[in-house]
């Protein structure tokens, strides 16, 4: 008798909106996943940090499984002091006198908060638009929720040659106003970018926001990178550009701003008329999130200002970037220099490896990526993320040039990886 899967059962059949065409396959965050790699191979893949968040947060956390209540539930709209230091922190930045009990929202991570916007916020066949490539998990909490993924190509420069800015990875406003139909409920703006590090500039927000207003489209701003952007460049949130605030939801993250990826605390800002019904969503997704984490993060962020903790961040996270960006020079392939996030791209088109090597069944039959960075993860030791699954199968080709670097480990790390990467010379043609 043939093997029952969830493919072929006619017993249980799993929901449509589990059918389009990646949702059953591993993704690249399990199939990268440290636990498939030789053990000494040095974890460049999914993006989260080799070192503790810093001790004065991590005490705080200590502290909260101390206290009793922060054992328990939270209020499903988060924790009060948590919401308060985010207002703290983020008044200045939005330019709003935010609203705790409206305006904000403690989601179980940045993933979940979009998630429960799309359940809160799209019919059946609405379109949302993102740019592509894009952050893998989009596509599947859209489609999830019965919305319509249409795609706006982010160009990068031409025959590059070494290094280019993330800058140069561009917008064609006419793509952008073509793509939105009648059924156009949401554009997803990701800024800082994963996995290009775009940091997108005031001009082209500005262009977004105004076809945002004259098709009457909800924007979501994925900016849980805020924190890192480097040489000064200006962060500019959407939300604070003229009649933007009435269409936005601003995402953010305890993860990246305190090295603590896996303690899923998030953030969403927005008038009332958003929040609440993602606040609705939300309660049914997870009720609350956990409780004595989002102590901590509240204790994080009463303290950034005085320890100047995003600053220092920031330039650390700089001189990291520059050990791989000094590693990717001395390979001579293109690679994107990020202005934002912690993420390089690295043409791979020109590493050469062998058809018959042993790659896993999980990387046959994906992009040449999938098999370059499978390749250079046991040969070279250093693991990295193909970037074909930041785009939709139909343009797939497109993205499978590329592999992900994260930089956000130690500097010991960096160059211990960097003296493998150099390695990599030896397969370059
Ligand atoms: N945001 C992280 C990255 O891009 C991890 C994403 C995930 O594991 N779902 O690496």
């Given at each position: 008798?043939?093997?029952?899967?969830?493919?072929?059962?006619?017993?249980?059949?799993?929901?449509?909106?589990?059918?389009?065409?990646?949702?059953?396959?591993?993704?690249?965050?399990?199939?990268?996943?440290?636990?498939?790699?030789?053990?000494?191979?040095?974890?460049?893949?999914?993006?989260?940090?080799?070192?503790?968040?810093?001790?004065?947060?991590?005490?705080?956390?200590?502290?909260?499984?101390?206290?009793?209540?922060?054992?328990?539930?939270?209020?499903?709209?988060?924790?009060?002091?948590?919401?308060?230091?985010?207002?703290?922190?983020?008044?200045?930045?939005?330019?709003?006198?935010?609203?705790?009990?409206?305006?904000?929202?403690?989601?179980?991570?940045?993933?979940?908060?979009?998630?429960?916007?799309?359940?809160?916020?799209l019919e059946p066949g609405d379109e949302v638009i993102m740019f592509e490539p894009f952050f893998d998990q989009y596509l599947a909490s859209v489609t999830f929720n019965g919305g319509i993924p249409v795609y706006v190509p982010l160009h990068p420069p031409a025959n590059a040659t070494g290094q280019f800015?993330?800058?140069?990875?561009?917008?064609?406003?006419?793509?952008?106003?073509?793509?939105?139909?009648?059924?156009?409920?949401?554009?997803?703006?990701?800024?800082?970018?994963?996995?290009?590090?775009?940091?997108?500039?005031?001009?082209?927000?500005?262009?977004?926001?105004?076809?945002?207003?004259?098709?009457?489209?909800?924007?979501?701003?994925?900016?849980?990178?805020?924190?890192?952007?480097?040489?000064?460049?200006?962060?500019?949130r959407i939300a604070t550009l003229p009649g933007m605030w009435d269409r936005t939801v601003t995402v953010g993250s305890a993860g990246k701003s305190f090295a603590a990826t896996g303690w899923r605390v998030g953030w969403l800002f927005g008038p009332e008329y958003i929040i609440k019904p993602t606040l609705a969503a939300t309660t049914r997704i997870v009720f609350c999130s956990n409780s004595p984490l989002q102590e901590a993060a509240a204790a994080g962020l009463e303290q950034v200002q005085e320890r100047k903790f995003f600053e220092t961040q920031t330039a650390e996270y700089a001189e990291r970037r520059a050990v791989l960006t000094s590693c990717f020079d001395s390979l001579g392939l293109p690679y994107t220099n990020p202005e934002g996030s912690y993420f390089i791209l690295l043409d791979v088109s020109r590493v050469k490896f062998p058809d018959d090597y042993p790659f896993p069944p999980s990387v046959l039959g994906r992009g040449r990526?999938?098999?370059?960075?499978?390749?250079?993860?046991?040969?070279?030791?250093?693991?990295?993320?193909?970037?074909?699954?930041?785009?939709?199968?139909?343009?797939?080709?497109?993205?499978?040039?590329?592999?992900?670097?994260?930089?956000?480990?130690?500097?010991?790390?960096?160059?211990?990886?960097?003296?493998?990467?150099e390695k990599l010379k030896q397969y370059i043609v």
């Open positions: 008798m043939a093997t029952v899967t969830a493919e072929n059962s006619n017993l249980v059949k799993f929901s449509d909106r589990l059918k389009h065409g990646r949702a059953l396959a591993e993704d690249v965050w399990s199939i990268y996943n440290a636990a498939n790699l030789p053990a000494d191979c040095i974890n460049l893949g999914q993006g989260y940090m080799n070192f503790a968040p810093p001790e004065w947060v991590t005490n705080a956390a200590k502290e909260a499984l101390g206290v009793v209540a922060a054992n328990h539930y939270s209020h499903p709209k988060g924790r009060i002091r948590l919401r308060q230091a985010l207002k703290k922190v983020y008044d200045p930045q939005l330019k709003r006198n935010l609203d705790v009990e409206k305006e904000i929202l403690v989601t179980s991570g940045a993933n979940e908060g979009q998630y429960a916007v799309f359940t809160a916020f800015s993330s800058e140069e990875w561009k917008i064609n406003p006419d793509e952008l106003r073509s793509a939105i139909t009648p059924r156009t409920k949401m554009i997803i703006v990701n800024t800082p970018h994963n996995p290009v590090g775009k940091v997108f500039t005031r001009a082209e927000l500005e262009i977004i926001a105004a076809l945002a207003k004259e098709h009457n489209l909800l924007v979501m701003s994925d900016e849980v990178y805020d924190t890192l952007v480097f040489d000064g460049k200006e962060h500019v990526d999938f098999k370059a960075c499978w390749f250079i993860a046991i040969e070279i030791g250093v693991s990295s993320i193909p970037v074909s699954e930041f785009y939709c199968i139909e343009h797939a080709n497109i993205g499978e040039v590329y592999a992900r670097f994260a930089f956000c480990k130690d500097l010991d790390t960096l160059m211990h990886a960097s003296e493998r990467l």
